[in-house]
């Protein structure tokens, strides 16, 4: 490296520091926007036939009795279960924020629906 004599030699008084600021990408660089996934892409993951209500869904599970009280808050909440299924299922796992939307607080409830959407959706 230079000494300080040679650095005031070619004009300068401190070493080269390269620019290290974040640039912002170009415009033409902006990310393409997402495609909401439609109702038949959601029917496209599951397995089999997804039932044409909640109710008939509920008691399409094992051990209907117990996800059965959670109808009215499913009705109120969501419009389908496309809509649940787009919302919050991915790879058959159900979001938590799905048992909260219903206020699905027991565990042994949590887990039937964990159960149907592992065995149903992809």
């Keep these: 490296m230079m000494g300080d004599a ?11 520091q390269p620019d290290t ?6 415009a033409s660089a902006a990310p393409e926007p997402r495609l909401a996934e439609t109702a038949e892409d959601v029917r496209g993951r599951c397995s089999v036939p997804l039932p ?3 109710k008939a869904w ?3 599970m ?16 969501f419009d389908s279960l496309e809509q649940i ?5 991915r790879a058959g796992e159900v ?8 206020g699905i607080q027991k565990l042994g409830h949590r887990r039937i629906f964990q159960k149907w959407f592992r065995s149903h959706c992809k």
Aim: glycine residues 4%; hydrophobic residues 45%; aromatic residues 14%.
């Design 6 to 16: 040679s650095l005031l030699a070619i004009g300068r008084t401190q070493p080269f």
């Design 21 to 26: 600021r974040v640039q912002e990408p170009a």
């Design 52 to 54: 044409g209500s909640f």
């Design 58 to 60: 509920l008691q399409s």
């Design 62 to 77: 094992e051990d209907a009795q117990f996800v059965l009280p959670y109808h009215d808050a499913l009705t109120s909440q």
């Design 85 to 89: 299924l787009s919302l919050f299922v």
């Design 95 to 102: 979001d938590d924020r799905f048992f909260d939307a219903v």
